[in-house]
């Protein structure tokens, strides 16, 4: 077999968000937006960067970035980051524009009420100010408002609206490289659900592995969206982390097949990653399950042995936490199987 293709790696939004400012302070200070520019990265990297819609006007500048998320399905590929600047009173100030979101809940790296523009980005940008200060023999005192036409739409398709960042997107990245079907991010996101849970000061959360169980789950409970984490295929990674930074009940939810894989002792719940043991669900059944096809057809035949899944993935997940744990196991059209 020939190797695979190496997948192609793209840039973050913090990453095109510092080359549009680089480009509008050079507008600014200069006269003229240039048509690309080169910023270094947090871990020295110099990448160029094309720069399109540059404008300058009585006392400021525009300039934008076409994200390139690489190979990354990233929802934000191909969305336009654009920064304008302006003078400041004093020092680099930060502002959401059109598409980026406003932190509005306690437990992110942001205070409430700043914009959505995270830590490793600020450095950037504030990096991005200063030398482009040397340059042009100017006081570093900027205002840096980042927009992204769109955002609050795309926004709608991540996780911002449960961490409680309201109006867009936010700009992200710690690196200024998006390594493509990164799982450490989507592990970030879940760490960052919990935060923001635990500072909210919620006692119950939910893991779930997909969208089905969320719903029945958060009906189940009745919980408000920022309890429930996108778990997804990654309980270990939730649980792991909920050991280190506790909260006082947990609730897991997902498929009857991603279950069966946790009860099994899995910890990543993806395809790819983990099958069920028909055999072993045949030793819990007390019949041969072999030939079934699927969990849901050994269920099917044996429908006590859902409850058995419910018991023995809250045995196992019980063993890396300690919380008031409940397990749910649906079916494909959300209907409850068994309740651990």
């Not at 309201?166 to 200024?176: A, Q, V």
């Not at 019949?287 to 018991?311: F, H, K, S, W, Y």
């Amino acid at each position: 077999m020939s190797e695979p293709k190496p997948l192609r790696r793209g840039w973050t939004t913090g990453a095109c968000a510092t080359a549009a400012c680089r480009a509008a302070l050079d507008g600014l200070w200069g006269g003229a937006v240039p048509g690309a520019v080169t910023i270094r990265l947090p871990r020295g990297e110099m990448p160029g960067f094309e720069i399109v819609g540059g404008l300058v006007g009585e006392g400021w500048a525009e300039a934008g970035v076409i994200k390139d998320a690489g190979d990354d399905p990233d929802v934000t590929h191909g969305a336009e980051i654009r920064v304008r600047v302006t003078a400041s009173d004093g020092g680099i100030v930060f502002h959401a524009g059109e598409g980026v979101g406003t932190v509005t809940k306690p437990g992110l790296p942001l205070a409430v009420g700043e914009p959505a523009i995270n830590p490793v980005p600020r450095a950037m940008l504030d990096e991005a100010v200063a030398e482009a200060a040397i340059a042009h023999g100017r006081s570093p005192d900027v205002a840096i408002t980042v927009s992204i036409p769109g955002g609050a739409e795309i926004a709608q398709r991540t996780w911002n609206p449960r961490l409680g960042i309201e109006g867009g997107l936010s700009i992200l990245g710690t690196t200024g490289v998006v390594r493509p079907f990164s799982c450490a991010a989507w592990i970030a996101s879940i760490h960052r659900g919990v935060d923001v849970a635990r500072a909210s000061g919620l006692t119950h959360v939910a893991g779930c592995t997909g969208a089905t169980s969320e719903r029945v789950v958060q009906a189940l409970h009745g919980l408000p969206d920022h309890a429930m984490l996108d778990m997804g295929d990654f309980a270990g990674g939730m649980l792991k982390y909920l050991r280190k930074h506790p909260v006082a009940r947990v609730t897991v939810g997902g498929g009857v097949g991603k279950l069966a894989k946790l009860a099994q002792g899995a910890m990543d719940l993806h395809s790819a990653r983990s099958q069920v043991d028909l055999r072993g669900l045949s030793d819990w059944a007390g019949q041969d399950l072999t030939g079934c096809n699927t969990t849901l057809e050994a269920v099917t035949r044996v429908p006590a042995l859902a409850q058995r899944i419910a018991e023995e993935a809250r045995r196992r997940a019980g063993a890396l936490i300690e919380a008031e744990l409940d397990v749910v196991v649906i079916d494909r059209a959300g209907n409850v199987l068994a309740h651990a």
